[in-house]
Structures are given as C-alpha cells and as structure tokens.
C-alpha cells in the first residue's frame, strides 16, 4: 500500500557532499511528516531530519549545519543534502513517512529499505 524507495547513497571521502531521495508512492490518504533516520553497524537507529507537512524541519545535532531536509510535494519526493560529510556519518540511511491510508485511519509509519552511506578516506 506504501512504497518508499531511498536512492543516492554511496562511498565519498571526508568534506564531500551526497544527495538522498525519497520517493513515495502507493495508496496513501495523507502525509503528516517526512524524515531521515541512520543505522550504524553495532547502534541503534537514530533520528537525522524530519519535515512536517507545514515545513517545519528538526536535525539532530550532529547534523546541523551540514544537512538539509526538503520535499517536494509534486514528486512527492522528499531530500537530504548532506554536505561536509565526516566518516561518523557513516551508515544506512532509512526514509520514514508518518501517513495514513484512508481518512478513517490511523497514522503509521512506514519505512524504506534503506541506502548505504560511506564515509572513507
């Protein structure tokens, strides 16, 4: 019913830049936020950015000032600019959407497969 598929993830060196995307699709009523969580090998998964449906953004603070979460509603696609990157950033990086399948419904999440993040000099 919900389908998110994550892409851009790959190896960069320390100070370099990727981008990621999101992309939703499938029978969903209604968004209420976007985000970007992060799985190191051996950690627990971790909130990075989120995005509310008014636009309202939040970032752990490890990330401030070096990622940017966006969306853009006519792709319904949503971003993460990762730029300065630090081999800490190293990980899977999971899209997480918070929406509902009929107006009747409850909110859920539902979460992509993931993509690989490399951060390796």
């Known amino acids: 019913q919900v389908q998110l598929v994550e892409s851009g993830g790959g190896l960069v060196q320390p100070g370099g830049s990727l981008r990621l995307s999101c992309t939703t699709s499938?029978?969903?009523?209604?968004?209420?936020?976007l985000g970007w969580y992060r799985q190191a090998p051996g950690k627990e998964r971790e909130l990075v950015a989120t995005?509310?449906?008014?636009?309202?953004?939040n970032y752990a603070d490890s990330v401030k000032g070096r990622f940017t979460i966006s969306r853009d509603n006519v792709k319904k696609t949503v971003y993460l600019q990762m730029n300065s990157l630090k081999p800490e950033d190293t990980a899977v990086y999971y899209c997480?959407?918070?929406?509902?399948?009929?107006?009747?419904?409850?909110?859920?999440?539902?979460w992509g497969q993931g993509t690989q993040v490399t951060v390796s000099s």
């Open positions: 997480n959407a918070v929406a509902r399948l009929g107006p009747w419904a409850k909110d859920r999440g539902y």
């Open positions: 499938g029978s969903i009523f209604s968004i209420s936020a």
């Open positions: 995005i509310t449906s008014g636009g309202t953004t």
